[in-house]
């Protein structure tokens, strides 16, 4: 995927994110994306030999 495209979906997701009032949503989907990151990064350690782009 190009990095326009990837700026363009990053742009997209901090807009709805502002967008979320409910302050228990917004906690809620912090904490969704905290542990896919901890997912991804475990999948890496798993295989030191591929890279994420």
Known sequence: ??????DLQMLRLIKAFQ???DQEARRIV???VEEQLEKQQAKARQKPWR???
Request: aromatic residues 6%.
């Open 19 to 21: 967008q979320i009032t």
């Open 1 to 6: 995927m190009s990095s326009y495209v990837e």
């Open 30 to 32: 912090v904490l969704s």
């Open 51 to 53: 890279t994420e782009h």
